[in-house]
């Protein structure tokens, strides 16, 4: 709200976006999510996080991947930039920013669409998360190769 304030009282009018289209009726958040979460890691989510808490694979697939991913007012690639630029912020989200560097090239980012990206962050945002966000990207192109 401050940026766009702050746009606003420099007379940049920013216009607002479409919004999303309402799910079909008969659809449940925790299905679409399973099925969009599929789609974007390239194959079923697993891990020890959800034998130990169950209920964060529910969360994560009902309103992650299912209410926000499954809303057709931004695509997933501009989404995963979005959420790679979030992560690239908080402390302690390396495995999360991994998996979504991972997810973006999913989507259709391209390599040099992601490097650009680090760049951004390092010179816009702050050295130490440009850093950070761009070994994850090694890592996670290393282990695609």
Known sequence: MAVLQERTARGVDDPVGAEPSPPPAEDTS?????????????????????????????????HLFGDIFGRDNLDWAGREIATIAALANLGGAESQLQSHLGIALNTGV?????????????????????????????????ARS
């Open 30 to 62: 925790l299905r679409r999510g399973a099925e969009n979460q599929t789609k974007l890691a390239g194959g079923p989510v697993t891990g020890p996080v959800f034998d130990f808490t169950p209920a964060i694979d529910e969360f994560l697939k009902s």
């Open 110 to 142: 391209t390599v040099p669409e992601l490097r650009d990206l680090v760049t951004l962050l390092g010179t816009r945002v702050g050295r130490a998360q440009g850093t950070r966000a761009g070994a994850l990207l090694d890592e996670v192109l290393t």
